[in-house]
């Protein structure tokens, strides 16, 4: 159904030959009113959102109507490469892959920010951008700085009161820097029962169980920019985390039958992790065009421990330990050269080089005995690739991005398995962006990319609790496909603006389970497509009435197909987003300092396949967050918050298959369902 109206779309839309305005980002403090709409960007103020009292540039971004922040802060990205996050800073890109844009946003305070413009990704000198931008204008204003303090709690789970955020900006000649401090605690309490049932679906064991969950993730981190006279722009950010993962789990087993066990079984682990990741890159104005140089290196060290004991009424105690250690890294250099033509034309030349890493080692034990059949193994991918991209402007409002790249990749693997294989790939863009009126924009995009593997999917590893060995494989190949969406945007004067998207993926060698001697591993299969739907709208019910209220809402509907590895029938991905929905309700109590808000979202995924298993994870009654704010009680803003308030259930279902789930054996199943109790707490947050 999706795709007659995609392919049509971009059908009509190349009628037209799209072509693309590049303009550049304007840095002035502009004292013009709110609001001056072009046909290309809405231009937002500072005092537009004075009403909200923002402490942070992130909080301002979550305040206007019809936008949503999209991409960025993804280590599993291939490379850099072209578009990213829809968030600029002051005309360019947030560095770095793993500061996400709400990070980077949170990082500058609500005073430094001049305006927010938002902007038409294709009309922009930054290839692979597209749709909504928000551009964020700021001002050095000084020492200033803003912090966030978060206290929670939850019923049978320990108080978490570690949760904090501060940074302070301030500058020093034509250097301008920013030290950030971060903790993002967790802690999660989710107690239920789980039952088995035979292949006849008769109740054969009841388990009463209860899980604990514990995370602390604290982080520093320094962002630098220079910028001095000679129109020489350069950014230096690093940031160092440490992150403490603990889960609990513990389970008693009643016998209903003699298929039944009765007894005891505890699961322990946890992740010890280290991570750092620093990031630059210098732009300056070279012969005829712009030169900006990109270089970034991450580096990972992560230590898993996982302990499964059993103690049974008819068995001898048993007891399975499995211990991990993995290094990852990456490093990555880059090169653009910008160069406009002419009013109509501008082109940006660029080369690319990569090197990632993954180095794991493994033990498995049972009672005590070694079973040395996960040896160490070390999977590394060099990559190089150059692009060349075209801006062409064919009026004021048809625009047009073409971009053509080429990629070399040698992966290579050592161990038992190890070998070395290249690839030759072509990839490359083609976007258009046409506004027949201010308030009406229709985008279209479609692109060839190669999928970053996922290295952990090269090597074998253990999950003790579900008793599973997962098998790695070194014969897998990156993915291909084409993607192509169609969007439309639209305003309304009556306060009501939405985005309607439709997106598909026609994929090649998608990794998913396939079937190896002993059960099944990650492998490539042949074709996979996917195709969906989604919107995003906001009502500014002050139109209507009902002042300082504002109504957001994000639904994305989507279906997938492949072709099962282990019984040739059309299904679903594997474990892949079927629907999401989000819906916020937020009141700003006119001529008070009072604010209230309401948010609903829920998710569905399909179920997950294997060799000889499926699981198929769901949540019950919708996520329900309510938030109460005063914003300024002796200068600081304080809110009180329930989140999860209609106690959400996980139910994760199993069933399991003696052999092939095409021609072996059905077993039974296991029905579990975690309740997780809800989360009480207060935000106080300030500026220095």
């Keep these: 159904m999706l795709k007659t109206p995609l392919l049509l779309g971009v059908a009509l839309m190349s009628i037209h030959s799209f072509s693309y305005a590049q303009e550049t980002v304007s840095l002035e403090t502009s004292t013009e009113s709110p609001m001056q709409s072009s046909g290309q960007s809405d231009v937002y103020m500072r005092a537009d959102f004075d009403e909200y009292v923002p402490r942070t540039a992130s909080d301002m971004v979550s305040r206007i109507p019809g936008f949503t922040i999209n991409g960025?802060?993804?280590?599993?990205?291939?490379?850099?490469?072209?578009?990213?996050?829809?968030?600029?800073?002051?005309?360019?890109?947030?560095?770095?892959?793993?500061?996400?844009?709400?990070?980077?946003?949170?990082?500058?305070?609500?005073?430094?920010?001049?305006?927010?413009?938002?902007?038409?990704?294709?009309?922009?000198?930054?290839?692979?951008?597209?749709?909504?931008?928000?551009?964020?204008?700021?001002?050095?204003?000084?020492?200033?700085?803003?912090?966030?303090?978060?206290?929670?709690?939850?019923?049978?789970?320990?108080?978490?009161?570690?949760?904090?955020?501060?940074?302070?900006?301030?500058?020093?000649?034509?250097?301008?820097?920013?030290?950030?401090?971060?903790?993002?605690?967790?802690?999660?309490?989710?107690?239920?029962?789980?039952?088995?049932?035979?292949?006849?679906?008769?109740?054969?064991?009841?388990?009463?169980?209860?899980?604990?969950?514990?995370?602390?993730?604290?982080?520093?981190?320094?962002?630098?920019?220079?910028?001095?006279?000679?129109?020489?722009?350069?950014?230096?950010?690093?940031?160092?985390?440490?992150?403490?993962?603990?889960?609990?789990?513990?389970?008693?087993?009643?016998?209903?039958?003699?298929?039944?066990?009765?007894?005891?079984?505890?699961?322990?682990?946890?992740?010890?992790?280290?991570?750092?990741?620093?990031?630059?890159?210098?732009?300056?104005?070279?012969?005829?065009?712009?030169?900006?140089?990109?270089?970034?290196?991450?580096?990972?060290?992560?230590?898993?421990?996982?302990?499964?004991?059993?103690?049974?009424?008819?068995?001898?105690?048993?007891?399975?330990?499995?211990d991990q250690i993995t290094l990852e890294g990456e490093t990555i250099g880059r090169a653009e050269y910008f160069v406009k033509q002419n009013e109509k034309h501008d082109w940006q030349f660029a080369v690319e080089g990569a090197f990632n890493f993954l180095d794991r080692s493994s033990i498995l034990n049972e009672s005590d005995q070694p079973l040395p059949d996960l040896d160490a193994s070390r999977v590394e991918e060099k990559r190089a690739e150059a692009n060349i991209t075209h801006g062409w402007k064919l009026t004021d409002n048809l625009n047009l991005q073409a971009s053509a790249s080429i990629e070399y990749s040698q992966l290579s693997q050592t161990g038992q398995a190890g070998k070395v294989r290249e690839f030759i790939r072509p990839k490359g863009f083609i976007s258009a962006s046409y506004s027949p009126s201010d308030t009406f924009t229709v985008l279209t995009k479609i692109e060839r990319r190669v999928g970053q593997l996922n290295f952990n999917t090269f090597v074998s590893t253990v999950d003790l609790s579900d008793d599973l060995k997962n098998l790695g494989n070194p014969d897998i190949v990156p993915p291909q496909f084409w993607s192509g969406k169609l969007q439309f945007e639209k305003q309304w004067p009556n306060g009501i603006s939405g985005t309607l998207k439709f997106y598909g993926r026609e994929i090649e060698d998608f990794v998913d389970r396939i079937a190896v001697p002993g059960g099944d591993a990650p492998g490539n299969i042949d074709t996979a497509s996917l195709y969906g739907t989604e919107l995003v709208g906001t009502i500014e019910l002050d139109k209507f009435g009902l002042r300082g209220m504002q109504f957001d809402t994000k639904i994305d509907v989507r279906n997938s197909f492949i072709i099962d590895p282990f019984t040739g029938i059309e299904r679903r991905l594997s474990n892949h987003k079927v629907s999401t929905y989000e819906f916020k309700l937020r009141h700003d109590i006119p001529d008070t300092d009072m604010a209230w808000s309401i948010f609903v979202e829920n998710r569905r995924n399909s179920t997950d396949f294997r060799f000889d298993r499926t699981s198929h994870f769901t949540r019950g009654q919708p996520f329900v967050a309510l938030n109460i704010e005063h914003k300024n009680i002796l200068g600081l803003k304080v809110s009180a918050f329930m989140r999860n308030a209609l106690s959400q259930d996980n139910n994760f279902t199993r069933s399991f298959w003696d052999g092939s789930r095409a021609d072996g054996i059905f077993e039974g199943s296991e029905i579990r369902v975690r309740n997780q109790a809800p989360r009480f707490g207060i935000n106080i947050s300030g500026t220095i």
Aim: hydrophobic share 35%; charged share 20%; aromatic share 8%.
């Design 72 to 322: 960025g802060g993804n280590n599993n990205n291939r490379g850099l490469g072209q578009g990213g996050a829809n968030i600029l800073i002051n005309g360019a890109r947030i560095s770095g892959k793993s500061i996400g844009p709400r990070t980077a946003l949170s990082r500058i305070p609500a005073s430094a920010v001049v305006r927010i413009e938002i902007l038409d990704g294709t009309s922009l000198d930054i290839p692979g951008l597209s749709g909504k931008v928000a551009n964020i204008v700021t001002t050095n204003i000084g020492l200033s700085g803003s912090w966030r303090y978060t206290a929670e709690f939850q019923h049978r789970s320990k108080a978490n009161l570690l949760g904090f955020e501060a940074s302070v900006t301030d500058s020093i000649g034509p250097f301008e820097y920013t030290l950030s401090a971060k903790n993002d605690p967790f802690r999660n309490t989710a107690p239920g029962p789980e039952d088995a049932f035979d292949a006849d679906g008769n109740l054969k064991e009841h388990r009463d169980e209860l899980a604990f969950f514990f995370r602390d993730r604290p982080s520093v981190s320094v962002d630098l920019t220079y910028a001095p006279d000679n129109g020489h722009i350069g950014h230096l950010n690093a940031q160092y985390q440490l992150m403490n993962f603990r889960t609990s789990d513990h389970s008693r087993h009643t016998a209903i039958s003699a298929l039944g066990e009765t007894g005891v079984r505890l699961s322990d682990s946890g992740e010890d992790e280290w991570n750092m990741e620093i990031g630059a890159d210098y732009a300056l104005d070279l012969g005829p065009g712009n030169l900006k140089l990109i270089s970034i290196w991450r580096h990972e060290d992560s230590e898993n421990n996982s302990v499964f004991q059993s103690f049974s009424t008819t068995d001898i105690p048993f007891t399975s330990t499995y």
